[in-house]
């Protein structure tokens, strides 16, 4: 799957999400985030990185730093995957690239599908998933990825792309 996402103007773009596969589970992410999907590529290490970071990127001339969703949510991989992609997202002015297992579609969701995550005192820390879409048989989890990465994160994701 490479190439830019294909904008439909029938849907209001806020309430569009491109969905993905993380190990068996399903998370989305606001359209208006994403600018496109591209194939697994070459990757530069940068030593001395949190495991997450997956180090950087040329994307057609511009150096994007990309990190490993899974491992920085802390999902167990279910199997070794040969399809992952590569989503490259705008998040405050800054391109990222995170490494997801499959992009699964472009959905929109209907008034009232995607509710509040639920309320716990297990003391996880999960104010980076912002709604639960219900569908038939399964959950998407929808996901801030600018409270997935922390502000240390951003500091050294912007540092990274300004020294390459």
């Given at each position: 799957?490479?190439?830019?996402?294909?904008?439909?103007?029938?849907?209001s773009?806020?309430?569009?999400?491109?969905?993905?596969?993380?190990?068996?589970?399903?998370?989305?992410?606001?359209?208006?985030?994403?600018?496109?999907?591209?194939?697994q590529?070459?990757?530069?290490?940068?030593?001395?990185?949190?495991a997450?970071?997956?180090?950087?990127?040329?994307?057609?001339?511009?150096?994007?730093?990309?990190?490993?969703?899974?491992?920085?949510?802390?999902?167990?991989?279910?199997?070794?995957?040969?399809?992952?992609?590569?989503?490259?997202?705008?998040?405050?002015?800054?391109?990222?690239?995170?490494?997801?297992?499959?992009?699964?579609?472009?959905?929109?969701?209907?008034?009232?599908v995607?509710?509040?995550?639920?309320?716990?005192?297990?003391?996880?820390?999960?104010?980076?998933?912002?709604?639960?879409?219900?569908?038939?048989?399964?959950?998407?989890?929808?996901?801030?990825?600018?409270?997935?990465?922390?502000?240390?994160?951003?500091?050294?994701?912007?540092?990274?792309?300004?020294?390459?």
């Amino acid at each position: 799957m490479n190439g830019s996402i294909k904008q439909n103007n029938n849907h209001s773009d806020d309430s569009r999400y491109l969905c993905f596969m993380l190990g068996k589970e399903k998370f989305g992410i606001p359209l208006l985030q994403v600018k496109e999907v591209i194939a697994q590529t070459n990757i530069t290490a940068i030593p001395q990185a949190p495991a997450y970071f997956k180090g950087i990127m040329n994307l057609r001339g511009q150096i994007v730093s990309v990190i490993d969703l899974r491992s920085k949510l802390k999902i167990v991989s279910s199997e070794v995957n040969q399809e992952g992609a590569i989503v490259i997202l705008d998040i405050s002015g800054l391109s990222l690239g995170v490494v997801v297992d499959s992009v699964d579609s472009v959905v929109v969701y209907p008034e009232g599908v995607i509710s509040p995550p639920p309320d716990h005192d297990s003391g996880l820390k999960v104010e980076y998933i912002v709604g639960v879409a219900r569908e038939k048989d399964h959950i998407t989890l929808i996901l801030d990825l600018q409270k997935v990465l922390n502000t240390e994160d951003m500091k050294s994701l912007r540092k990274n792309q300004k020294v390459a």
